[in-house]
């Protein structure tokens, strides 16, 4: 399907309700749901969501771009195939074709995480058709006592980790850290990790074309789930990959608080955080008011999330209408558009909270 070829809207919203099924994230909790619901009342949305896939090109659960009640709304990658070079920018759309190598996500933990590890995209173990996948998390919320795993302990030695994890004791090993609202925390390929309960993120992912980013479980904690991701002692535990993901541990990462202070930063508004290695930029909006928003690499797209209170993006030439994004929507922001006006309002009674997210190639 080819759409009209003509330069696009200046930007453009996908529609907010890409959920993963229960089945895949059995950890899946509410804080998905409840941005969801309490701003789109009239969607049949579950009351438990692990993932949403905000902003994707992968076909596995794909966007579409988000249209009037009388318009068919088209497959993202449709889009961008139509208007790729005005959408991406000349230099992403050479390279990536309609693939948008900006995958974002939200996340959301009632139950830890398996321990898990990316690997680098030139890993000698990936199958045809995988890739690595790193990734951030951009952290919404966490309670008092959440908590994420990141790399390991300090002053321990490979053989000793690697035995723990062995066997199956990744707690005697890995480093604990208590996320903060507003912390980024960078993961890059070769760190083993796991996100713990009461944890809220969005995670943009960097995934190759016509690739599937791939995770390898070291421990799922000894958990057994039934098909329809329930748990329960009569249940089957999910697949492992321990020796594929003990073969890509970056050993030349840092361990305990040094990993921490290499891979953790805080946002504050209007300001876009540094990370070294880390590929994700960003640009958090945290308070009311208007603002004009250049993209963050220079003629290259910018994607927009908002979790509380409403935005409305508007072309500074006047030319076309606004759009306005409320909590749970993800929009684009096209190339060939140097600057954007930005106004977050307050709307059901919480102040506007929303994220720019530029991609370093």
Same mark, same amino acid.
């Given at each position: ?16 309700f890409?959920?993963v099924?229960l ?5 899946g909790?509410?804080?998905i749901a ?5 701003y789109?009342p009239t969607?049949d949305i579950?009351?438990l969501i ?6 994707s090109?992968?076909a596995?659960?794909p966007s579409y771009?988000?249209q ?12 961008i195939?139509?208007h790729g070079p005005a959408?991406l920018?000349?230099?992403?759309y ?8 900006l995958?974002?996500k939200?996340?959301c ?7 898990? $590890?990316?690997p680098?995209n030139?890993d @000698?173990r990936l199958? +045809?058709? %995988?890739?690595g996948?790193?990734? =951030? ?8 006592d959440?908590?994420?795993y990141?790399?390991f302990k ?6 000793e980790i690697?035995q723990?994890?062995?066997e199956?004791?990744?707690e005697r090993c890995?480093?604990?850290?208590h996320?903060q609202?507003?912390?980024?925390i960078f993961?890059?390929?070769?760190l083993?990790?796991?996100?713990g309960?009461?944890v809220?993120?969005i995670e ?10 791939k995770?390898w479980?070291?421990?799922d904690?000894k958990?057994t789930y $039934? ?5 329960? @002692?009569q249940?089957t +535990?999910? %697949?492992?990959?321990?020796?594929? =993901?003990?073969g ?7 361990q305990?608080k040094?990993l921490v202070?290499?891979?953790?930063t ?9 990370l070294?290695g880390?590929?994700f930029?960003m ?5 009311a008011?208007?603002?004009?928003y250049?993209h ?13 209170g409403?935005v409305?993006?508007r ?7 606004p ?5 749970g929507?993800?929009?684009c922001v ?8 930005v ?10 909270g =929303? ?7």
């Open positions: 399907m080819i759409l009209n070829s003509k330069i696009p809207h200046p930007f453009f919203k996908v529609q907010p890409n959920f099924p089945s895949r994230t059995p950890w909790g509410t804080r409840e941005v969801k619901k309490k789109h969607q579950p009351a692990g993932e949403s896939w905000e902003f090109t992968d596995s659960f771009v988000q009037n009640e009388n318009t068919q709304s088209p497959l993202l990658t449709d889009y195939e139509a959408i920018g000349e230099s992403l050479t390279t990536y074709g309609a693939h948008v190598p995958l974002l939200w996340l933990a009632k139950d830890l995480l398996s321990v898990q $590890l990316h680098t030139t @000698p199958k +045809p058709g %995988e890739c996948k790193p990734e =951030a998390w951009l952290v919404l919320d966490a309670q008092q959440s908590y994420v990141l790399g300090e002053g321990l030695t490979p053989t690697t723990a994890l062995l199956d004791d990744p890995l480093y604990k850290y996320p609202k507003y912390d980024v993961v890059p390929p070769g083993v990790h796991a996100i309960p009461g809220f993120v943009p992912q960097y995934v190759l074309p016509q690739k599937s980013g995770t479980r070291i421990s904690w958990r $039934l098909p329809n991701g329930t748990l329960s @002692p249940g +535990p999910r %697949e492992l990959h321990t020796a594929d =993901a003990l890509a541990i970056d050993w030349n990462l840092p305990g040094a202070n290499q891979v953790v805080q946002v504050s508004h209007a300001q876009a955080p540094q070294p880390n590929p930029l640009m958090p909006y945290l308070e008011g208007t603002f004009i250049n963050l690499i220079p003629e290259q797209f910018s994607l927009i999330s908002v979790w509380s409403k409305t993006l072309d500074m030439t006047g030319d076309t209408p759009i306005t994004l409320l909590a929507e993800c929009g096209c190339a060939f558009v140097p600057q954007v006006e106004i977050l309002e307050s709307y059901l009674g919480e102040t506007p =929303a994220c720019f997210f530029g991609f370093l190639d």
